[in-house]
């Protein structure tokens, strides 16, 4: 009955590669979120999705893609992946917009990803 | 560029003791939350403090907002090991994005 699952929750590739982090909720939220946080736990938004439509696309670079195929997913698809990218990637999802009283963020439980 | 900065960046107590924890931001907001990070894990959502409200309790936390200096605080009362995590702040200034600050690691020592 995990609210906001992500998987993998270890990812350790090659620079150039490409991977993909998938995350689900079962809260049956409208807005869905990627976040990433730095070795210095600074946690940033990446992008947000609101009924699948993008609403937030904070200048992250394009190889990153992120895919919201329904409400209850929202994937992020990473194409040649470099050094700068090892971090925690968080996927959190809330009832709507961002910012609202009452749309309070559950997060999932991270992706590690390194990239060698 | 960022919004909230906690203060300290970290903070060691003994169990018992109360742990306050500040939130300085920049421009105007709706509202602010505190959300708690354990380690390894993913962020928990703590307490939400309007921007017309100037404290908020919950169970043995407490929060107070001040507008004019564009900070707030949370308190928690008779810490436990069980707090021992990184807290955050993060605010919104409308139904946009939440902005974090970089937290404030809490140790709470048995």
């Known amino acids: 009955d995990t609210a906001v699952s992500q998987t993998p929750k270890y990812l350790v590739t090659q620079m150039g590669n490409d991977k993909s982090i998938k995350c689900e909720q079962n809260?049956?939220?409208?807005?869905m979120y990627w976040y990433k946080q730095d070795s210095k736990k600074f946690l940033k938004i990446m992008f947000s999705?609101?009924?699948?439509?993008?609403?937030i696309n904070e200048t992250v670079p394009n190889r990153f893609s992120p895919k919201s195929p329904d409400k209850a997913h929202l994937n992020l698809h990473i194409n040649s992946l470099e050094l700068g990218d090892s971090a925690v990637y968080f996927c959190?999802?809330?009832?709507?917009?961002?910012?609202?009283?009452?749309?309070?963020?559950?997060f999932g439980p991270g992706t590690r990803l390194t990239v060698l | 560029s960022q919004q909230g900065e906690e203060d300290p960046q970290a903070l060691s107590i003994q169990e018992g003791e109360n742990a306050t924890m500040n939130c300085s931001y920049k421009?105007?907001?709706?509202?602010l939350q505190w959300y708690r990070q354990n380690s390894g894990r993913g962020l928990v959502h703590l307490i939400l403090?309007?921007?017309?409200?100037r404290e908020k309790h919950s169970g043995r936390l407490r929060v107070t907002l001040d507008t004019s200096k564009k900070s707030s605080s949370l308190l928690i009362t008779a810490s436990r090991a069980a707090d021992t995590a990184s807290y955050f702040c993060?605010?919104?200034?409308?139904?946009?994005?939440?902005?974090f600050g970089k937290g404030t690691k809490l140790t709470v020592n048995p």
């Open positions: 959190a999802s809330s009832l709507g917009l961002a910012g609202v009283v009452g749309n309070e963020q559950f």
């Open positions: 809260l049956g939220h409208d807005t």
């Open positions: 999705y609101n009924n699948k439509e993008l609403i």
């Open positions: 421009t105007s907001i709706n509202n």
């Open positions: 403090i309007r921007s017309n409200e």
């Open positions: 993060a605010t919104s200034r409308g139904s946009e994005k939440l902005v």
